[in-house]
């Protein structure tokens, strides 16, 4: 598929003007200058899992061949009347993974510098300080990708331990297999880590809606097989969706990342998720905003299946991502427990 395709199709494109090819890759003048009249809705991805921005910016590194882009694109789109969505990688930061500090670690001392740990409060600071810079542009909404940690395993850099022993009394020592084996520690420690990620999205949301009141924020949310469907929101990524609902009212639901293969319907597959998709009965009654998003869209048979998910679900809108982001391969692996 190509973005024409996307657009025919009705669903939102997401564009990172740095990837390979990017249909945005020659800067915000050219793309609109070629879509500009054709498309009504495009997503910008404006701080890439690099943890580099697209914009200058007071808290983040630019990307020195993409420092205006953001910028630049939201003005002459509001300009023309098109609705712009800003995408903004959470804790998929390596840039501040590599500083030890911050990255995110097992308890066998593997650290991985592909995402920053959620436990440093330090670090939402930095997430809040780019939340209320996206929110003065003239955007629709800013969603938040992978706010969350990538598995459960990954929550035993020194400084969480020490952090999850004061409130539980483990020891320093303490591994995933031990706390497997006591099933309260279990629950203390998703709770901990969900009220981490539930508080962090609280702040930035906050944030951004202190600088534009009516400003739609959102969370991606991975629903795949490899994490255990619903059951892996809060176990594997700390993610408790109904707090979330409350906070800010609107899910982006990212199908089956990492796991190429999509369920038919009427099968046992798409009953499971449908039903990952699908929160408490009471806040599907509240009617909140809830959208798809799908990344390495290449087959065009694929857009019939999402079309009658979207219906089903009763999604408001689709993101389509054509490629995969560039760490796509190495954070396959991490999901999959690797």
């Known amino acids: 598929m190509n973005i024409d395709q996307l657009i025919d199709h009705n669903f939102i494109p997401v564009i990172d003007p740095t990837a390979k090819d990017s249909p945005a890759e020659k800067g915000a003048n ?12 495009v997503a910008l991805v404006c701080k890439k899992e690099d943890g580099l921005v697209t914009y200058r910016s007071g808290a983040a590194p630019s990307d020195r061949n993409y420092e205006n882009f953001f910028t630049d694109f939201t003005e002459l789109a509001n300009d023309l009347g098109l609705r712009t969505h800003a ?11 590599m500083d030890p500090n911050y990255s995110i670690g097992r308890s ?15 670090y939402w600071k930095h997430l809040n300080f780019i939340s209320r810079e996206v929110a003065t542009k003239p955007i629709k909404s800013l969603i938040l990708q992978e706010f969350l940690f990538p598995r459960q395993e990954y929550s035993f850099a020194r400084r969480s331990v020490r952090k999850f022993a004061e ?14 084996k006591d099933p309260a520690i279990q629950r203390m420690f998703e709770d901990w880590r969900a009220e981490l990620i539930t508080t962090a999205f609280r702040e930035a949301t906050e944030m951004a809606k202190g600088e534009t009141p009516d400003l739609d924020v959102g969370m991606i949310v991975p629903v795949d097989p490899e994490t255990e469907w619903n059951e892996g929101y809060i176990r594997h990524f700390g993610i408790n969706i109904d707090q979330i609902i409350e906070i800010s009212g609107y899910i982006i639901y990212h199908l089956m990342p990492y796991s190429p293969m999509y369920p038919e319907p009427d099968t046992p597959g798409w009953d499971i998720l449908l039903q990952s998709i699908r929160s408490s009965a009471l806040y599907e009654e509240s009617g ?11 087959n065009e048979e694929d857009v019939a299946w999402l079309d009658a998910l979207k219906e089903e679900v009763r999604a408001d809108h689709v993101f389509g991502r054509l490629e995969h ?7 396959r692996e991490i999901h999959r427990g690797v």
């Open 167 to 180: 409130i539980s009394g483990v020891s320093l020592d303490v591994t995933y297999l031990d706390i497997q």
């Open 87 to 97: 995408i903004a990688y959470a804790f998929g930061d390596s840039y501040l993974g």
């Open 288 to 298: 909140y905003k809830k959208a798809l998003f799908i990344w390495g869209l290449e």
């Open 325 to 331: 982001p560039p760490k796509y391969t190495v954070k």
């Open 30 to 41: 050219a793309f609109l200058a070629e879509y500009g009249g054709i498309v009504e809705e």
């Open 108 to 122: 066998d001392g593997t650290i991985i510098h592909d995402y920053v740990d959620p436990s440093m409060e330090g």
